[in-house]
C-alpha cells in the first residue's frame, strides 16, 4: 500500500476511496500550495475532502 492508499482520513479516521488519480475526493479541489506543503508535513496519508475543505477554511 503507498500513500495514496489510504484506507481512512489520516486526520479525522473517516473511510476514504484514495488511489492518487482523477477519481479522488480531493481530484476537483484547486488546493494552496501552502495547505499541500503543510498536509504532506503533518499527516504520512490522505486526507478525506471534509477534512481539507476545513484546513483552507483555517489557513486561508
Known amino acids: 500500500m503507498n500513500n495514496y492508499e489510504a484506507p481512512a ?3 479525522c479516521g473517516a473511510d ?3 488511489y ?3 477519481t479522488c475526493e480531493c481530484a476537483d ?3 494552496p500550495e501552502k495547505i499541500q506543503d ?3 508535513a503533518t ?3 490522505c486526507l478525506c475532502r471534509k477534512c481539507i475543505l476545513q484546513l483552507m477554511a483555517e489557513m486561508e
Do not use: K, T, Y
Open 20 to 22: 492518487g488519480d482523477l
Open 9 to 11: 482520513c489520516d486526520n
Open 43 to 45: 499527516f504520512s496519508r
Open 16 to 18: 476514504l476511496n484514495c
Open 29 to 31: 479541489l484547486q488546493i
Open 38 to 40: 503543510f498536509i504532506g
